[in-house]
């Protein structure tokens, strides 16, 4: 493959993920019917933005952020006309997006998080207030709610684009499948489109982390500016979205957080969902069955039923089901040569050797040894005053992981894929030996000296690329 064939794959697949993001909206869109609408050239020096209020005679107020695309505020109507009813609506269009202006700045969420602190500040008729992102709005979200929680008393988050490590992200958007029976003319073109954006390789992908200032190379690149992001405000926030990292924030997010995900979200990978679920302390988790990335206009009755659940209080938290070992009878998993196995409880040492596709869910062990094996997780951890896991010529993909001990991950010609990890050591969080391919998206590590991000590719000197 010639270096601009790999280029032109690459660009489809953000290209994909846009093309998700504005079709499920394109042919709902309609005016909403809002109280008041102003377009407000105070809240930035230089860019009018639009505010719309409803509900002005109630005395909460819930703030609306959305997510990319052209439609902004239009992203919330059934949404709008729905709160109303008992609340304050607050909905914004960001900068560059719906109708308010373009911005020359690079927005980056935490810019725009510190746009959300203005607007509450000034429109908000309740001390705190709830907020709902979508999407990149549900980024900038969480961003908020880390920079400001004295003035959430809730925060929703629905289908949060990005977040996963680059390439780990590009690779979930390359593995979609659309599994729709509509054969209409869009349907078509969105088929045709991931049908090239699935042959893109592993290594083309991976090209994206060799480049160290990935988001100068796409604002900058012809073929991403003339043909992907006409719009420039979007390919911004795009790639400012993509390079954020909250592996430390979700920890400090202590107010109720709601977290709705779709099912089938062809942008959004439901990894994020689990992470978040796990991570944030009060968090509380529902998944509408076969909703895409726009939950609010594909299954609108329901997303509102869930919504005004949420901001009744009657959510309830996440508790991951991973427990300590207390009283209970630890046992031993050995797999040897045999495939497609699941295991889940409590155990001693899990050791798999010539084993592939395992899955282990909601287990706790005090020590784990894969050799020539493959194995995905959910919910996994591991305590051990030596190595708690040992990788060699292995593979393992997975979300949320606690690994404790003197060395937490010990890699030997091995690859691994960790979002949600925590890795707590003496000195190091991990020792390689040999080539090995790591990714942690979203993960944290402590050591005796220092709690640092984990969020990126790493090489065989576990130095960060």
């Known amino acids: 493959m010639t270096k601009n064939n790999r280029w032109v794959k690459l660009f489809s697949i953000l290209f994909v993920q846009l093309f998700f993001l504005q079709l499920e909206a394109a042919s709902q869109i309609s005016a909403i019917k809002s109280e008041v609408e102003i377009f407000d050239k105070q809240l930035l020096k230089t860019t009018s933005v639009r505010i719309v209020q409803s509900g ?3 005395n909460f107020s819930v703030l609306l952020v959305h997510g990319l695309g052209d439609n902004g505020v239009k992203d919330w109507r059934g949404v709008i006309s729905e709160l109303a009813q008992s609340y304050h609506v607050i909905a914004i269009d960001l900068p560059g997006f719906g109708q308010s202006e373009l911005n020359s700045e690079f927005y980056s969420p935490h810019q725009y998080a510190k746009l959300l602190h203005k607007v509450k500040q000034k429109y908000a008729k309740s001390k705190k207030i709830v907020v709902i992102g979508h999407s990149l709005g549900g980024a900038i979200s969480l961003k908020y709610a880390s920079l ?3 003035e959430l008393s809730r925060l929703v988050l629905v289908s949060v ?28 073109i969105k088929k045709g489109a991931l049908n090239i954006v699935n042959t893109v ?3 083309t992908i991976e090209m994206t982390d060799k480049l160290p200032h990935f988001e100068k190379f796409i604002v900058n690149n012809a073929l991403s500016k003339n ?3 006409k719009n420039q405000q979007t390919l911004k926030s795009s790639i400012a ?6 592996s430390l924030i979700l920890p400090q997010i202590k107010m109720p957080t709601h977290i709705i995900w779709g099912t089938e979200d062809p942008v959004s990978s439901l990894r994020v969902a689990k992470v978040f679920a796990f991570h944030i302390p009060k968090a509380s988790f529902d998944m509408i069955k076969s909703a895409k990335h726009v939950p609010m206009f594909t299954h609108l009755k329901q997303f509102n039923q869930l919504v005004n659940k949420v901001l009744a209080g ?20 050995h797999c ?16 798999l050797e010539n084993c592939n596709n395992i899955k282990l869910e909601n287990v706790y062990a005090q020590r784990i040894i894969m050799r020539n094996s493959s194995m995905t997780f959910d919910n996994l951890s591991v305590n051990n005053n030596e190595v708690s896991l040992e990788l060699n010529d292995s593979k393992m993909t997975g979300n949320n992981a606690i690994f404790k001990g003197e060395i937490p991950l010990m890699l030997n010609e091995s690859w691994i894929d960790i979002a949600g990890g925590y890795l707590i050591g003496k000195n190091n969080a991990v020792q390689t030996d040999g080539e090995s391919k790591v990714y942690f998206s979203v993960s944290r590590a402590q050591t005796s000296q220092s709690i640092y991000s984990l969020h990126g590719e790493y090489d065989d000197e576990f130095e960060r690329l």
């Open 314 to 333: 009657n959510a309830t938290y996440y508790k991951p089901k991973t427990t300590s070992l207390g009283n209970s009878e630890i046992g031993n998993i």
């Open 161 to 188: 684009a990005g977040v996963l490590q680059r390439s780990v992200y590009m690779r979930f958007l390359a593995s979609f499948n659309d599994n729709s029976k509509d054969n209409g003319f869009l349907s078509k």
């Open 148 to 150: 400001y929680p004295q």
């Open 56 to 58: 002005i005679k109630n």
């Open 201 to 203: 390789s592993s290594s």
């Open 227 to 229: 043909y992907l992001f």
């Open 241 to 246: 979205l993509i390079e954020t990292d909250y």
């Open 336 to 351: 040897d040569g045999e495939s497609n196995l699941y295991f889940t409880g409590i155990f001693n040492e899990v050791l």
